[in-house]
């Protein structure tokens, strides 16, 4: 039965969901693509829907859901083909969402970067998602896509059937939210915890082995800076697509670093991230670290057409070596609502040409190509680099 929505975007009155509103609103102009704007409070949604109407464009429907009301959710995973959320923290409202859409029958996409939340969701959902043909896709941000679809990229151009090393290299200028700084807190209030889940990713499938390069602080001439293992999610995302996907060889090995110019900046950097580290850990000091930012508050427009991010792979097989490059504007959020929008757009506009994987899945896995062809045509980059 055809639902009233193909895409509903639940959150849509938080900062980042106002960008991705915004960016399905300049997209979806002159189409036919009926979609819906969602969350607890009616009177901010018609608010962003008098913004969005001043506009030219496909005007979205407001519907009201809350993560405290299951059934509310379970209303509003029933209305639309596929249900993007941008409610964090996910770790604490993610779950509910992912199981109304798994039992309306949904495909669901988020911008998590939160490990614990993704492993939960793939052991509990991934069984009756497959079997229902939905497409569960979290990590459609920043965390992961520049870096799991990257490495795609990537292992496209390396020759076929060879044991194959990339490492990542990832630099970047960008602001935080308050969201994205209280997820983040969270994240790293477990992190000890949770590093054992990276740990279970490194298993063979299917007679390939897949698993983490040796990672160590060097300074590497490839991107001429200073690197230091990055132990964001994005690691985890590219070795379960590596399991999924034959095509990165019979021995997968991924390294993924942050790059820095100089050796006095890293160690600043290191130190404060350190720093951070520590003052989570603790209740009290977390709830200061959690004072920093409010939820809502983010970078202006002004300051975010300043913020820029570059991933640079260099791939080495037993035959050749490959450099590549993903790059484009603020990572953190216009870049991440682009990803999101695109990610979901793709699943309803693209379904037919989709590889045929179900479950809770990568975005690799759930991908591949055509939503690089999307994201280089909405203008984030992805090129092959000639090696000096």
Request: glycine letters at 10%; one cysteine or more; a neutral charge.
């Amino acid at each position: 039965m055809t639902r009233p929505y193909r895409i509903a975007l639940f959150g849509a009155t938080g900062f980042t969901g106002i960008l991705v509103a915004q960016y399905l609103h300049r997209q979806l102009a002159g189409t036919s693509l009926t979609w819906a704007i969602a969350g607890r409070n009616p009177d901010k949604l018609e608010a962003l829907r008098r913004q969005l109407r001043s506009d030219s464009g496909a005007e979205p429907a407001v519907l009201r859901a809350d993560v405290s009301d299951a059934a509310s959710l379970r209303a509003l995973a029933s209305q639309c083909d596929v249900l993007i959320t941008t409610v964090g923290p996910y770790e604490t409202h993610g779950e509910v969402v992912v199981l109304a859409c798994v039992r309306e029958g949904t495909d669901y996409v988020d911008i998590t970067g939160e490990p614990p939340f993704v492993e939960r969701v793939r052991v509990h959902y991934g069984d009756e998602a497959r079997a229902k043909k939905l497409r569960i896709v979290n990590c459609c941000g920043f965390d992961s896509i520049p870096h799991d679809l990257g490495v795609y990229y990537t292992i496209k151009h390396c020759p076929a059937g060879e044991p194959v090393t990339v490492e990542g290299f990832v630099e970047f200028h960008g602001g935080v939210s308050g969201g994205t700084w209280h997820s983040a807190i969270g994240i790293l209030s477990r992190y000890f915890e949770t590093r054992g889940s990276a740990k279970n990713l490194r298993q063979s499938a299917d007679g390939r082995t897949v698993r983490s390069s040796q990672i160590r602080v060097r300074h590497e001439q490839e991107v001429d800076a200073w690197v230091v293992p990055l132990p964001t999610i994005d690691p985890q995302i590219v070795r379960r697509s590596a399991l999924t996907l034959e095509e990165y060889g019979p021995d997968f090995r991924y390294g993924h670093y942050l790059a820095v110019r100089s050796l006095p900046m890293l160690a600043a950097q290191v130190l404060g991230a350190g720093g951070v580290l520590a003052l989570s850990q603790f209740e009290a000091t977390r709830n200061l670290l959690y004072r920093v930012y409010s939820p809502g508050d983010g970078p202006s427009a002004e300051q975010r057409a300043k913020h820029w991010f570059r991933v640079t792979f260099v791939a080495q097989s037993q035959s050749a070596r490959i450099h590549t490059r993903v790059s484009g504007g603020d990572p953190g959020y216009d870049e991440t609502a682009k990803m999101l929008g695109e990610a979901a757009i793709c699943l309803v506009r693209d379904r037919d040409r989709l590889p045929q994987r179900y479950g809770v899945i990568t975005p690799a896995a759930a991908y591949g190509e055509v939503l690089i062809d999307r994201l280089q045509r909405a203008g984030i980059r992805f090129e092959l680099l000639p090696h000096a």
